[in-house]
């Protein structure tokens, strides 16, 4: 008698870190850092300058390699697949690396061309990035002559181009007015909602987190906090900043 068919197991997190370890001589960085960030969700990673975020950034990228702990990006390994994983990441890095020389049309196209998407495929994604943007009208103009807020828009649509499932944002909003943070944040979560994208979000701004977000603080290499920001706070009068300063011994920096 042939059996049933089992159920299908939970799909793997979109993001997986596990018991993640990484030392400067003898300066412990990361000290044992699990994360998990599911399709869909934004999950902010809050620290104080000097917690790691930017080690971490650095091991989910390869740009460092560690023997301790796993890194998986849509179920594949980052140690034993790592073309699949990182093809699998979208990045977008604390400092500026957009082309300034370069029209805002042709910077997407550039970065397409890397990941092997040319041709007419290259300029739908292109186009569909601008419009999504409301930039279509300013395809032509230089990089440069966009605001800050609009630079950063075009980092993220630019590291979106080859459809990731999971971006990376380290320090995103740096050098940002207000206005252009809470823009910039809420066209994130757009792209979370509305295609399914998983974000993981590194900050030290306490007003860049959403109650509905997931939330990892970050402290000295350690995660001493993670779960819904809204249960996190719960224990602080439900403020976030009130739960930072108890969790890191840092006053809120929104400035």
Known sequence: MTPP????GPAAPALLVEDLRWRYGPKTALDGVSLR???GRFCALLGPNGAGKSTLFGLLTRLFVSREGRIAVAGHDLSQ???AALGA???VFQQQTLDLDLSVRRNLLYFAALHG???KEARIRADAALDRLGMAERAQERARDLNGGHRRRMEIARALIHRPSVLLLDEPTVGLDAPSRAA???HVHALCAEEGLAALWATHLVDEVRPGDRLAVLHRGSIVADGEAGAVAAGHDGSVAAAFAALTGK?????
Do not use: F, Q, T
């Open 89 to 91: 990441l979208g990045v």
């Open 37 to 39: 960030v599911e399709a």
């Open 251 to 255: 006053r809120e920096d929104a400035a």
């Open 117 to 119: 998407i040319s041709g």
């Open 184 to 186: 910039l944040v809420e």
């Open 5 to 8: 068919p089992s159920a299908p």
């Open 81 to 83: 697949a790592p073309r």
